[in-house]
């Protein structure tokens, strides 16, 4: 039995492009389409379109995690659930997660499940109310998150079989506060355009990715996002690590010529994001690698200057003092628990529960 694309009863979250609603692209991290079904097959059918680096899609079936390597280029059925796998009398109800691990190293079309010829799809619980958002970059991806190995040290060498956006903090952040994720984040990433590591060697920044869907010049044109397919209640922006490179000029000179060019770009930017978003709670900080904290007094000085209650910069305890490779999940999972209680004491509109209420009174 096969299950299209866009077929009601499956559930997709992300910022996807649905030009054509029978086969999505999957773009950024984080995003991901959900089933509940019956029966003990799976399979999913989707197209790879690869930059650089090996690609695997997630999944999440019945609480247990695999990773599904993908062509570099070209079709492919992914066998999720096979019969031989299912022990004797095992459940005949099973739900399954199918993720973009990765960032923009790819982009994948879905085309829909394949299931058992007597297989059904059956209702699933409802999204979460609440909705997050992230603009970052590797380390909001998780990239190299599963490198368990190297915690606090230096990458490992890696053709992207360590990335995993299931361990990255923002999407662990979420999950800590009952939130769907739109993960903006690409690694190498900075503000502006011509600095980072990202598109090597044309650089291009978070101001020129923000507002798209595709965005990576090496996979086609980019193409603008439709803000009113999802608006969130709280937006982190997670970027100033990458902007160091090629030069730390922020480092060298905070009040030099590039440093306040710098701050005028990210005060801009963060009105964009208001304009887009216009009662989000909005929390600046940068992460845990390593870097100058320069960077943060400039975040936290244009913080300053915007006036504006709903836009807040947090500083983590190890900020930029806890690793000089990326956050492995160990890592992650610190940095989320103490962003989810910041935020968790925010005035977010719309988040307080009844549980939460009571407490109060």
């Given at each position: 039995?096969?299950?299209?694309?866009?077929?009601?009863q499956?559930?997709?979250?992300?910022?996807i492009?649905a030009t054509?609603?029978?086969?999505?692209?999957?773009?950024?991290?984080?995003?991901?389409v959900?089933?509940?079904f019956?029966?003990?097959?799976?399979?999913a059918?989707v197209?790879?379109?690869?930059?650089?680096?090996?690609?695997?899609?997630g999944l999440?079936?019945d609480?247990?995690?695999?990773?599904?390597?993908?062509?570099?280029?070209?079709?492919?059925v992914?066998?999720?659930?096979?019969?031989?796998?299912?022990?004797?009398?095992?459940?005949?109800?099973?739900?399954?997660?199918?993720?973009?691990?990765?960032?923009?190293?790819?982009e994948?079309?879905?085309?829909g499940?394949?299931?058992?010829?007597?297989?059904?799809?059956?209702?699933?619980?409802?999204?979460?109310?609440?909705?997050?958002?992230?603009?970052?970059?590797?380390v909001?991806?998780?990239e190299?998150?599963?490198?368990?190995?190297?915690?606090?040290?230096?990458?490992?060498?890696?053709?992207g079989?360590?990335?995993?956006?299931?361990?990255?903090?923002?999407?662990m952040t979420?999950?800590?506060l009952?939130a769907?994720?739109?993960?903006?984040?690409?690694?190498?990433i900075?503000?502006?355009?011509?600095?980072?590591?990202?598109?090597?060697?044309?650089?291009?920044?978070?101001?020129s990715v923000?507002?798209?869907?595709?965005?990576?010049?090496?996979?086609g044109?980019?193409?603008?996002?439709?803000?009113?397919?999802y608006?969130?209640?709280?937006?982190?922006?997670?970027?100033g690590?990458?902007?160091?490179?090629?030069?730390?000029?922020?480092?060298?000179?905070?009040?030099?010529?590039?440093?306040?060019?710098?701050?005028?770009?990210?005060k801009?930017?963060?009105?964009?994001?208001?304009?887009?978003?216009?009662d989000a709670?909005?929390?600046?900080?940068?992460?845990?690698?390593?870097?100058d904290?320069?960077w943060?007094a400039?975040?936290?000085?244009?913080?300053?200057?915007?006036?504006?209650d709903?836009?807040?910069?947090?500083?983590?305890?190890r900020n930029?003092?806890?690793?000089?490779?990326?956050?492995?999940?160990?890592?992650?999972?610190?940095?989320?628990?103490?962003?989810?209680?910041?935020?968790r004491?925010?005035?977010?509109?719309?988040?307080?529960?009844?549980i939460?209420?009571?407490?109060?009174?």
């Amino acid at each position: 039995m096969f299950i299209d694309a866009d077929h009601p009863q499956l559930q997709y979250s992300g910022r996807i492009d649905a030009t054509d609603p029978k086969a999505p692209v999957f773009v950024f991290p984080c995003t991901s389409v959900r089933i509940r079904f019956t029966g003990p097959v799976l399979k999913a059918h989707v197209q790879n379109f690869g930059a650089y680096w090996d690609h695997y899609l997630g999944l999440i079936l019945d609480g247990v995690q695999a990773a599904f390597r993908l062509p570099q280029e070209g079709k492919a059925v992914l066998e999720l659930l096979q019969e031989k796998d299912l022990p004797a009398g095992g459940q005949n109800v099973h739900e399954a997660l199918l993720f973009k691990r990765q960032d923009a190293c790819h982009e994948v079309a879905f085309f829909g499940f394949e299931l058992a010829e007597d297989g059904q799809i059956l209702e699933l619980e409802e999204a979460p109310a609440r909705r997050m958002e992230v603009y970052g970059d590797s380390v909001s991806a998780g990239e190299v998150s599963e490198a368990v190995g190297y915690v606090g040290k230096e990458d490992p060498q890696h053709n992207g079989e360590y990335s995993n956006s299931w361990y990255s903090y923002a999407w662990m952040t979420a999950r800590k506060l009952g939130a769907q994720i739109h993960d903006i984040a690409q690694g190498g990433i900075a503000l502006m355009d011509h600095t980072g590591w990202f598109c090597d060697p044309h650089f291009i920044g978070m101001e020129s990715v923000w507002d798209k869907v595709h965005y990576n010049p090496q996979l086609g044109k980019a193409t603008e996002w439709d803000f009113a397919k999802y608006t969130p209640d709280v937006v982190v922006v997670a970027v100033g690590q990458n902007d160091s490179h090629p030069f730390d000029y922020m480092k060298q000179d905070a009040e030099g010529e590039q440093a306040e060019t710098w701050r005028r770009h990210y005060k801009a930017f963060l009105q964009k994001i208001r304009s887009a978003y216009k009662d989000a709670q909005i929390v600046c900080c940068t992460t845990l690698l390593e870097h100058d904290s320069s960077w943060d007094a400039s975040i936290g000085r244009v913080c300053r200057e915007l006036a504006d209650d709903k836009i807040t910069h947090y500083t983590f305890r190890r900020n930029g003092k806890a690793t000089p490779g990326h956050l492995r999940i160990p890592e992650a999972e610190e940095m989320a628990e103490e962003l989810a209680a910041y935020i968790r004491k925010l005035p977010v509109t719309g988040w307080e529960t009844e549980i939460d209420r009571r407490v109060k009174s």
